[in-house]
C-alpha cells in the first residue's frame, strides 16, 4: 500500500528524503494532502478559511480544496486543528465522503464500537462493511490517532474497491 501511494504521488517522504516513518502519527493537513491526491483535485490558494490556517503555509491550498470538496471540515466553523494528529474515525469520515459506500454490507465488528463518535459511525460501519477498515484485537481505536502506514492501507484498500467499481 505505501509502494503504490508512493508510486502514485500520494504519498511521500518526509522533507524530500526517503523515509516515510509507517509508525509516525499523521497529522490532520497530511491526510488532507493524501485525500486530495486520491480524488485527483488540485490545491486552491484561495482565501483560508480557518484562523489556524498560515496562508503561507504548505498545506493551506490543500485544506482550501478539501474544504471546497466538501471532504473535510474543521473542529469548528474558525479552527481547521494545525498540527493535530488525526484520529481513525476522522479518517473514516472523509474516505466515505470522498466515495460513499452506500452498498457496502454495513457492519461494525469491533468490541469498541460504542467509542465510535456519533458523527463517524456510519463511516466506520460502511467502511468495516467494505473491507477497506479493521482493527486489532477486534478494536477499532476510533479516537487513537492514525498511523502514516494505516492511513495508506485504507487509501489503498478504498482504491481497489473503487477501481473494481464497487
Same mark, same amino acid.
Not at 500500500?1 to 524530500?16: D, F, P
Not at 497529522?27 to 482565501?47: D, Q, S, Y
Not at 460502511?126 to 502514516?148: D, Q
Given at each position: 500500500?505505501?509502494?503504490?501511494?508512493?508510486? *502514485?504521488?500520494?504519498?511521500?517522504?518526509? @522533507?524530500?528524503?526517503? %523515509?516515510?516513518?509507517?509508525?509516525?502519527?499523521?497529522?490532520?493537513?497530511?491526510?488532507? %494532502?493524501?485525500?486530495?491526491?486520491?480524488? @485527483?483535485?488540485?490545491? +486552491?490558494?484561495? $482565501?483560508?478559511?480557518?484562523? /489556524?490556517?498560515?496562508?503561507?503555509?504548505?498545506?493551506?491550498?490543500?485544506?482550501?480544496?478539501?474544504?471546497s470538496a466538501g471532504i473535510?471540515?474543521?473542529?469548528?466553523?474558525?479552527?481547521?486543528?494545525? @498540527?493535530?494528529?488525526?484520529?481513525?474515525?476522522?479518517? =473514516?469520515? $472523509?474516505?466515505? &465522503?470522498?466515495?460513499?459506500?452506500?452498498?457496502? +454490507?454495513?457492519?461494525?465488528?469491533?468490541?469498541?464500537?460504542?467509542?465510535?463518535? /456519533?458523527?463517524?459511525?456510519? =463511516?466506520?460501519? *460502511?467502511?468495516?462493511?467494505?473491507?477497506?477498515?479493521?482493527?486489532?484485537?477486534?478494536?477499532?481505536?476510533? %479516537?487513537?490517532?492514525?498511523? &502514516?502506514?494505516?492511513?495508506?492501507?485504507?487509501?489503498?484498500?478504498?482504491?481497489?474497491?473503487? *477501481?473494481?467499481?464497487?
Open positions: 500500500a505505501i509502494k503504490w501511494a508512493s508510486e *502514485k504521488g500520494i504519498v511521500n517522504g518526509y @522533507g524530500g528524503t526517503n %523515509k516515510f516513518g509507517p509508525n509516525d502519527n499523521i497529522t490532520r493537513e497530511e491526510f488532507v %494532502k493524501i485525500a486530495l491526491g486520491v480524488m @485527483g483535485i488540485e490545491p +486552491n490558494p484561495g $482565501i483560508v478559511a480557518f484562523s /489556524d490556517v498560515d496562508a503561507s503555509s504548505w498545506y493551506a491550498p490543500y485544506v482550501n480544496a478539501a474544504l473535510v471540515s474543521g473542529y469548528s466553523d474558525t479552527q481547521f486543528g494545525v @498540527g493535530e494528529y488525526i484520529t481513525r474515525q476522522d479518517v =473514516a469520515v $472523509i474516505l466515505n &465522503r470522498i466515495h460513499n459506500f452506500s452498498n457496502a +454490507n454495513v457492519s461494525t465488528p469491533f468490541s469498541d464500537s460504542n467509542d465510535i463518535s /456519533d458523527y463517524a459511525k456510519s =463511516a466506520v460501519e *460502511k467502511l468495516s462493511g467494505a473491507g477497506i477498515i479493521n482493527g486489532s484485537e477486534s478494536k477499532f481505536m476510533p %479516537k487513537s490517532n492514525c498511523t &502514516r502506514a494505516e492511513a495508506a492501507c485504507m487509501v489503498y484498500r478504498m482504491m481497489s474497491l473503487m *477501481k473494481e467499481g464497487k
